[in-house]
């Protein structure tokens, strides 16, 4: 669950801080990328790869809400209140909680921006065939070895949709993030980002409000 947790929180930031510390090639680059995600809400599926295993997901964002759905985990955000499902062996929990400003730095990309700006450089690594696709490669690299994440690196296509990520831990461990459809310029119906009591029924609520 950790995992997850960690690859969310790598995954929401990266779709917020794309222009961070960076220069020339670079930051054109990032800026292109960055303006895919300032169209109304969007849409994104990826798949995890992580030595074998495949986990699939989907992250929807508009404004400063979200919500993030894997098997193993799902979040809700409403931009005041958050919503965490864990389920384990047919066992769920739902925690609900309004982050304090302190605790919002783990969950709101938009605080987590300033994180990246300061601890992380941009490297425009040029243009690189995967799988006979053209794709623009950047790296960013921590600053120092104190980060959760020690390397990032994201290949895009042409006009700027993100086309994957490879996150690289401090003990080395990789996961690498395809995204598997890409929309954005939409509108969500407000109970995108609050949890469904209906849909989701729970064995144990934990009110940490």
């Not at 053209?134 to 296509?157: C, F, G, N, P, R």
Request: net charge negative; hydrophobic share 35%; proline share 4%.
């Amino acid at each position: 669950m950790q995992r997850i947790k960690s690859i969310f929180l790598v995954l929401i930031t990266t779709c917020f801080a794309l222009p961070i510390s960076a220069q020339g090639a670079a930051e054109v680059w990032l800026k292109k990328a960055a303006s895919k995600f300032e169209q109304k809400g969007v849409d994104l599926s990826f798949r995890i790869n992580e030595d074998g295993i495949r986990l699939n997901g989907k992250l929807l964002i508009e404004g400063k809400k979200f919500s993030f759905h894997t098997d193993e985990m799902k979040i809700w955000y409403d931009g005041t209140t958050q919503w965490t499902l864990q389920t384990d062996d047919d066992y769920s929990e739902l925690y609900i909680s309004e982050p304090t400003p302190e605790e919002q730095q783990g969950i709101n990309p938009y605080l987590l921006l300033g994180s990246y700006q300061k601890h992380f450089t941009a490297f425009d690594e040029g243009e690189k065939n995967i799988n006979g696709q053209l794709l623009h490669k950047i790296t960013l690299k921590a600053k120092d070895d104190q980060q959760e994440l020690s390397q990032l690196t994201l290949y895009i296509y042409g006009d700027g949709t993100p086309a994957a990520l490879i996150l690289t831990f401090p003990d080395n461990r990789k996961y690498k993030i395809e995204v598997q459809s890409f929309r954005n310029g939409l509108t969500f119906p407000q109970q995108t980002f609050t949890y469904q009591e209906k849909e989701y029924p729970v064995n144990e609520k934990i009110d940490m409000r």
